[in-house]
């Protein structure tokens, strides 16, 4: 593997909202350690809008970049970073509430443990996606508790973290409705009533959800496509919320399925959590899975990959 440590020259896209604003605290020194080991650091705090673009315009010119912040912020760059054509290596440093990517890919909690996981880190190949053609990262979901990740409130992530999404959750339970799809999928079809449906490349989900790792793999250029029945019965709900609780994907309710494209046809307009944050609703929608489309600097004890 190339020796990420041999680059000098490093774009740092910070988001100093994320998480409990650890990044403010901590940015300095980020900074300092990457100085140390002989990068020239360029930091870009993240604003309202433009980070992609920015990062598309300018990414080329860097030999790596660097995330600091939460899951959409790295959402973003990794757009960014795919719209320039150029597949400049991309570092995570986990600043979110959750930081479902950084979970699955054994990145380090610890920003500083992360930053030096860059340092002596490896260069992966690492799958994408479009919803649409707007480029994610590791999900896009729709129907039950998805709305948890994108209606808690900011403030409301930065003082309880993870809990947030369950306090969220919660509030969906009593409510939760049955949508019906049409999905077309590598030659399948598929229809029915659902009140789950996610197209991922990653192990957890807002740790709602949980992926076995057996059964994903971050660069063989399918996807995971999981679909979630309404109960039918008392018995198959206990089930379902039994298996829930164990994070377990088992049982009468849960569909599995691994696809490199993936329509899907719903009855009525859907919002989708894309990467935790918000999409535009669809009512049709075609997701595709770019095999290899970034190349991620991570940690060498990371053995996901071919």
């Known amino acids: 593997m190339k020796e990420i440590a041999t680059q000098r020259s490093m774009l740092l896209v910070a988001n100093p909202k994320a998480g409990k604003c ?17 990068y020239t650091v360029t930091v870009y705090p993240t604003k309202r809008e433009g980070t992609a673009e920015h990062v598309k315009e300018v990414s080329p010119l860097y030999d790596l970049v660097v995330c600091c ?27 979110g509430s959750t930081n479902d990517f950084a979970v699955s890919l054994g990145i380090p909690k610890n920003p500083i443990l992360a930053a030096r996981a860059i340092i002596n880190g490896k260069l992966c190949n690492h799958d994408i996606g479009t919803v649409n053609g707007r480029v994610f990262s590791y999900i896009a979901a729709t ?24 306090i969220e959750g919660s509030k969906c339970l009593s409510q939760i409705k049955s949508f019906h799809v ?47 029945r309404k109960p039918k019965s008392l018995a198959e709900s206990a089930e379902l919320i ?48 770019r095999n290899k489309g970034m190349r991620l600097v991570l940690p060498r004890k990371t053995s996901f990959f071919g």
């Open 143 to 166: 129907g039950a508790f998805t709305k948890a990740s994108y209606s808690a409130s900011q403030r409301l992530k930065n003082s309880l973290g993870h809990f947030a999404y369950i």
């Open 22 to 38: 650890a990044a403010k605290e901590r940015l300095f020194d980020i900074i300092s350690l990457f100085s140390k080991k002989g």
């Open 242 to 289: 039994t298996n829930l609780l164990s994070n377990k994907l088992k049982g009468t309710c849960f569909e599995l399925h691994h696809a490199a494209r993936v329509e899907m046809h719903f009855d009525k307009p859907m919002y989708f959590s894309v990467d935790g944050e918000k999409s535009e609703p669809y009512k049709d929608v075609v997701i595709k899975n």
């Open 182 to 228: 049409k999905a077309v999928f590598d030659g399948k079809d598929i229809e029915g009533d659902y009140i789950y449906a996610s197209v991922s490349n990653t192990t957890s989900v807002a740790g709602l959800v949980k992926m076995d790792r057996d059964a994903v793999n971050f660069a063989d250029g399918s996807f995971e496509f999981l679909l979630v």
């Open 69 to 95: 912040g939460g899951d959409g912020t790295l959402s973003e760059v990794i757009a960014g970073v795919y719209a320039s054509g150029i597949r400049t290596p991309i570092g995570y440093i986990p600043m």
